[in-house]
């Protein structure tokens, strides 16, 4: 799960559940690579190289 505010104010959670162990998301399996997100001021990345749409991030994340 990651918890997102976004700049117009707009937060909420969006599960990584779905994707984790898929393809390019294989690499955050590990909890620690997991762990390691942040963001480049646009989206979610993580060190292994892997990103994820800001659309995706917006569109799909629900409000606590």
Same mark, same amino acid.
């Given at each position: 799960?990651?918890?997102? &505010? /976004?700049?117009?104010? @707009? ?9 984790? $162990? ?10 620690? &690579? /997991?762990?390691?997100? @942040? ?9 292994? $190289? ?15």
């Amino acid at each position: 799960m990651l918890y997102l &505010e /976004f700049q117009d104010g @707009r937060h909420g959670i969006y599960d990584m559940s779905p994707l984790i $162990g898929k393809g390019v998301f294989a690499k955050l399996s590990n909890p620690s &690579e /997991f762990a390691a997100v @942040r963001s480049d001021g646009f989206t979610a990345v993580w060190q292994c $190289g892997v990103d994820i749409a800001p659309e995706e991030l917006y569109e799909n994340c629900v409000a606590p």
